[in-house]
């Protein structure tokens, strides 16, 4: 019997609760929902409410005046630099509101809207408020807002009137409805003189000129035969049927491109006529341009070159036509058709092919900028055939001036050893070559003085071969070291070289050398 009692205690206290809440719930929602801002809609003034820059809250009005700014930046920038047109000191008296707590300010006489603004600070928030002097507070038009509103409208108006390229907007008839100040001065130098302005304007380019798509296309005004204008066409649609059109100048675009197009036409004519052939890449490796000689070196079809193919298939065609050097591995030729693109690539590829038929090519690789490269095939065949030869008439004449019993020694027209032979060397006891071209006649008559009797002989050697213009070949004698006879003589060549001979006579015989120079003899020409 007790349980009973106690069941039914407890669900009558929770049937009781559950009454209670339901009736809370049904009075709460009569209630009307709390305000979600401080300002209602009510309040006529326009006030902000900052806790440092960020917005904290603000009336109606001052919602109307931040949403009409367009200056870029949060809601105190825009403000302060919207404000500052009218007051001035306005971002300097803002500074010092903590310690003064509460400011006044009024614009400058000639604002086109007296305004009056009062900053307050209560408990580290900043209290804004704007009114117009003169003026209480009331419903109706916020001159604020409007005023911010219609200085937007005055900037684009100017903006608009001062560009320098052609605005205007046509109906569904095509006819002109508006027009910007640049498009109706050029419309009315297309009048010409004497002829007063219209309106409509009159059309400076055709419908059919103006692009539907939204993309650009070039046109030209002639406004006469020496005021030629160049324009960028763009069209976008305006309202049911209409259009709104922009010209751009493209005066200095044309001119560029025509710059541009007569220097390549320059180029290609220069490239044409180069004995050079030349071999343009793109950094992906395709064939761009190649000029006339390039066909003629390389013999390559112009039809293969013209589908632009990659430089692996030029160097390939090249080999098949036994234009490459033959390797004797193909796969270590691959490998280096890839490291010469990449040595020419950095700049550093320059290699000469000796091609099976006997030609010759330089091969120089040059990069260029955005990843491009340029080969250039040069036909150095007779170049390297005349050096060839240079080479062997050098050998020839060492190899005939060694055959020969006088030691001989020539020198430059500028004094300097440039040749000797094998008897030199045997007779004053030292070897030259690695310093020839390079040894002054002092240092070479040094090592004779040591090695042969004191005398003038030397002097007289030296004064003949700093003598210019015509000389006499002549011929003297003096004695080595040891006491033999050294028979001397010195002979002009062409040029201005001098060639110096000694010779030891067969019969001479070694005994001690004289200090005297009395057994020198100077004859005449030998």
Same mark, same amino acid.
């Given at each position: ?30 209630? %009307?929902?709390? %305000?979600?801002?401080?300002?209602? =809609?009510?309040?006529?003034?326009? +006030? ?27 809601? *105190?920038?825009?403000?302060?630099? !919207?404000?500052?047109?009218?007051? %001035? ?53 916020? /001159?604020?807002?409007? !005023? ?67 993309? !650009? ?9 020496? =005021?030629?204008? *160049? ?51 793109? !950094? ?24 632009? /193919?990659?430089?692996?298939? +030029? ?65 150095? $065949? ?19 001036? =060694? ?9 430059? /027209?500028?004094?300097?050893? +440039? ?11 030292? =070897? ?25 002989? *030397? ?14 070949? *002549? ?30 006579? $067969? ?8 200090? $005297? ?10």
């Amino acid at each position: 019997m007790d349980l009973f009692i106690a069941i039914a205690i407890v669900l009558t206290a929770l049937l009781t609760a559950m009454a209670a809440l339901s009736f809370h719930a049904a009075v709460e929602s009569r209630r %009307p929902p709390p %305000p979600t801002r401080i300002f209602s =809609d009510d309040d006529p003034g326009t +006030v902000f409410l900052f806790d440092g820059e960020r917005l904290v809250d603000s009336s109606p009005r001052a919602r109307a005046l931040l949403s009409s700014l367009q200056l870029g930046g949060g809601p *105190w920038p825009q403000l302060v630099r !919207h404000l500052s047109r009218l007051f %001035p000191e306005l971002e300097a008296q803002l500074a010092t509101l903590g310690e003064r707590g509460a400011l006044c300010l009024v614009s400058a006489p000639d604002a086109a809207t007296p305004t009056v603004l009062r900053a307050e600070d209560r408990g580290g928030l900043i209290r804004l408020e704007l009114t117009e002097a003169g003026r209480e507070r009331g419903r109706g038009t916020d /001159p604020f807002t409007l !005023h911010a509103l219609m200085e937007e409208i005055a900037e684009m108006r100017q903006l608009v009137a001062e560009m320098p390229g052609l605005a205007w907007r046509t109906d569904a008839r095509g006819e002109i409805t508006w027009c910007n100040g640049a498009y109706m001065a050029a419309a009315t130098a297309l009048l010409g003189d004497g002829n007063a302005p219209s309106w409509p304007p009159l059309r400076l380019f055709d419908a059919a000129a103006l692009p539907a798509d939204g993309s !650009h296309q070039r046109a030209r005004l002639v406004i006469s035969p020496r =005021d030629i204008r *160049w324009y960028d066409l763009m069209a976008g649609p305006d309202g049911p049927g209409g259009q709104l059109c922009f010209a751009t100048p493209a005066d200095a675009l044309v001119r560029a491109e025509t710059t541009l197009r007569e220097f390549m036409q320059t180029l290609t004519k220069t490239f044409a006529q180069l004995p050079i052939g030349l071999a343009i890449f793109d !950094h992906h490796r395709k064939l761009q341009l190649f000029n006339p000689a390039m066909l003629d070196l390389t013999g390559l079809a112009p039809d293969f070159l013209m589908l632009k /193919p990659s430089l692996i298939s +030029v160097l390939d065609a090249l080999r098949d036509r036994r234009m490459l050097p033959e390797p004797k591995d193909y796969h270590v030729w691959r490998r280096e058709l890839v490291n010469m693109e990449r040595a020419a690539s950095e700049g550093l590829y320059q290699e000469t092919w000796n091609l099976p038929d006997g030609q010759v090519f330089r091969v120089t690789g040059q990069p260029h900028p955005d990843g491009a490269l340029a080969l250039m095939f040069e036909d150095v $065949s007779s170049e390297i055939l005349r050096t060839r030869r240079y080479r062997a008439d050098l050998e020839l004449g060492q190899s005939v001036i =060694d055959s020969m019993e006088e030691a001989v020694a020539v020198f430059s /027209p500028e004094g300097h050893l +440039v040749m000797t032979n094998r008897a030199y060397g045997l007779l004053w006891g030292h =070897d030259p070559a690695e310093g020839i071209g390079a040894v002054p006649f002092r240092r070479v008559a040094a090592q004779w003085r040591s090695m042969t009797a004191p005398g003038p002989l *030397w002097h007289q050697v030296e004064d003949f071969l700093s003598t210019f213009g015509d000389r006499q070949g *002549w011929a003297a004698s003096t004695r080595l070291a040891d006491g033999r006879e050294l028979i001397c003589r010195f002979v002009p060549l062409a040029g201005g070289a001098t060639l110096s001979a000694f010779r030891i006579p $067969s019969n001479a015989i070694a005994k001690p050398a004289r200090k $005297s120079a009395g057994g020198q003899q100077r004859a005449g020409n030998p």
